[in-house]
């Protein structure tokens, strides 16, 4: 039983930081794709960071040089720093795993329950 828990949410002024965690239980960290999506109201969910089992990291153009995706294997968990925050960067955050395909929503089997960023 795979299971996947967002952490690390909340309420940010405008060029402020978070930290999300995700911490995943019966699931290998090094196993297919692993990610960060986003959902904002009224829109699809986007990639903004993936890292695929040879490491190799990928993102979002509008996240690149702000987020930064990394991963404690010894702790099962995958981070996302998320630095000058902007407010089209509010919106539901979701860690994802089982991906087949880094930056494709509909490629991965396992998610999160997500946890809110607001960016005001």
């Known amino acids: 039983h795979v299971q996947l828990v967002e952490s690390g949410g909340g309420s940010v002024q405008v060029g402020g930081s978070l930290k999300l965690s995700c911490v995943a239980s019966?699931?290998?960290?090094?196993?297919?794709?692993m990610g960060w999506f986003r959902q904002a109201p009224g829109k699809e969910r986007e990639a903004v960071a993936t890292?695929?089992?040879?490491?190799?990291?990928t993102y979002a153009d509008d996240v690149k040089g702000r987020f930064t995706l990394s991963k404690d294997g010894a702790k099962n968990t995958v981070f996302l720093q998320m630095n000058n925050l902007a407010p089209n960067d509010t919106a539901m955050y979701y860690c994802?795993?089982?991906?087949?395909?880094?930056?494709?929503?509909?490629?991965?089997?396992?998610w999160g329950q997500g946890t809110q960023v607001t960016v005001s």
């Open positions: 890292i695929d089992k040879d490491g190799t990291l």
């Open positions: 994802a795993a089982g991906g087949s395909l880094p930056l494709m929503a509909s490629r991965y089997i396992y």
């Open positions: 019966g699931y290998d960290l090094s196993y297919n794709c």
